[in-house]
């Protein structure tokens, strides 16, 4: 915040564009409002209603000091209705994450591994695990490894490992054969691996927009979700974090009857275009 402040005094801009529920978002909003720089949201009104999420409270607070609000669904729209932000303020926008996969897709690459390990298009797993309530409990994240490891009926697993998991995987006496752990993946080469798995586990929320777009089949590891189009349009179902939960789940996707999913309004790769006309429009008025 004390560097950000330097630079607006430094320099003042028109506005401070803001993005996602970083802390570094919501400090970076609260320094622009306090030297009266007007504050621009994207990726505005997203909410969990948990608040044991850090990132749901970097969203309350960056939503409570906004003047504008740019938006990925309807959902969000409403959120902030319900919050009493005028609608005028309000600008239902779409998915820059999707603006960024599409632009990207002819560009994604296969990591090094695929070919040493033979991995076949829809024949292997990917997850990602690193929230608290799934890995930082080594008997709890050593279940679910094993549920993963048994429920997808003997194929590989990738799994690119948090920081935060390696702590804890570095004291399991052991994990299921098939899972393979490997490196945090670069952008283009973790694509490609959700692009081609046959299905993705993760407790994140950004790779469920990814998997919805991708088509997907999407089993996520948590019992609320701060992006619900992705369940209720998309690919992705919410399974829990019960290890249990994980082989019925499995078992329907192996026989055929996932969801197809669709993609939702507006992720359509423009929305940083709309999000520029708007500010344009805004700021020049």
Same mark, same amino acid.
């Given at each position: 915040?004390?560097?950000? =402040?330097? !630079?607006?005094? @430094?320099?003042?801009?028109?506005?401070?564009?803001?993005?996602? %529920?970083? #802390?570094?978002?919501?400090?970076?909003?609260?320094?622009? +409002? $306090?030297?009266?720089?007007?504050?621009?949201?994207? /990726?505005?009104?997203?909410?969990?209603?948990?608040?044991?999420?850090?990132?749901?409270?970097?969203?309350?607070?960056?939503?409570?000091?906004?003047?504008?609000?740019? #938006?990925?669904?309807?959902?969000?729209?409403?959120?902030?209705?319900?919050?009493?932000? %005028?609608?005028?303020?309000?600008?239902?926008?779409?998915?820059?994450?999707?603006?960024?996969?599409?632009?990207?897709?002819?560009?994604?690459?296969?990591?090094?591994?695929?070919?040493?390990?033979?991995?076949?298009?829809?024949?292997?797993?990917?997850?990602?695990?690193?929230?608290?309530?799934?890995?930082?409990?080594? %008997?709890?994240? @050593?279940?679910?490894? +094993?549920?993963?490891?048994?429920?997808?009926?003997?194929?590989?697993?990738?799994?690119?490992?948090?920081?935060? #998991?390696?702590?804890?995987?570095?004291?399991?006496?052991?994990?299921?054969?098939?899972?393979?752990?490997?490196?945090? +993946?670069?952008?283009?080469?973790?694509?490609?691996?959700? $692009?081609?798995? $046959?299905?993705?586990?993760?407790?994140?929320?950004?790779?469920? /927009? =990814?998997?919805?777009?991708?088509?997907?089949?999407? !089993?996520?590891?948590?019992?609320?979700? /701060?992006?619900?189009?992705?369940? =209720?349009?998309?690919?992705? /179902?919410?399974?829990?974090?019960?290890?249990?939960?994980? $082989?019925? @789940?499995?078992?329907?996707?192996? @026989?055929?009857?996932?969801? +197809?999913?669709?993609?939702?309004? !507006?992720? %359509?790769?423009?929305?940083? =275009?709309?999000?520029?006309?708007?500010?344009?429009? !805004?700021?020049?008025?």
């Amino acid at each position: 915040m004390v560097g950000y =402040e330097r !630079l607006l005094l @430094a320099r003042r801009s028109d506005c401070c564009l803001v993005v996602g %529920d970083v #802390t570094s978002t919501m400090a970076c909003a609260i320094t622009a +409002q $306090k030297l009266h720089v007007p504050v621009a949201h994207v /990726e505005a009104g997203i909410r969990s209603w948990d608040w044991t999420m850090p990132e749901e409270i970097n969203r309350l607070v960056t939503d409570s000091v906004t003047n504008w609000f740019f #938006t990925t669904s309807e959902h969000a729209n409403a959120n902030l209705r319900r919050a009493g932000i %005028d609608e005028r303020r309000i600008f239902f926008v779409g998915n820059t994450m999707i603006d960024t996969l599409l632009g990207n897709m002819p560009r994604l690459r296969a990591p090094a591994f695929v070919q040493d390990l033979g991995l076949q298009p829809g024949g292997y797993f990917v997850i990602t695990l690193h929230r608290p309530a799934n890995v930082d409990s080594a %008997d709890g994240l @050593a279940c679910l490894l +094993q549920a993963i490891g048994e429920g997808v009926r003997g194929l590989p697993v990738m799994f690119p490992v948090h920081p935060r #998991t390696a702590k804890t995987l570095r004291v399991l006496p052991g994990f299921p054969a098939n899972i393979y752990l490997v490196d945090p +993946q670069p952008y283009l080469e973790f694509n490609w691996l959700v $692009k081609h798995a $046959k299905g993705v586990i993760t407790d994140s929320g950004g790779i469920t /927009e =990814e998997t919805t777009v991708m088509g997907v089949p999407c !089993l996520t590891l948590r019992d609320n979700t /701060e992006r619900p189009e992705t369940v =209720e349009l998309g690919t992705n /179902e919410l399974i829990g974090t019960t290890p249990a939960n994980l $082989k019925p @789940a499995l078992d329907r996707l192996f @026989a055929g009857s996932w969801k +197809q999913g669709s993609v939702p309004p !507006l992720w %359509d790769g423009r929305t940083g =275009e709309r999000i520029v006309a708007h500010l344009e429009r !805004l700021l020049l008025a």
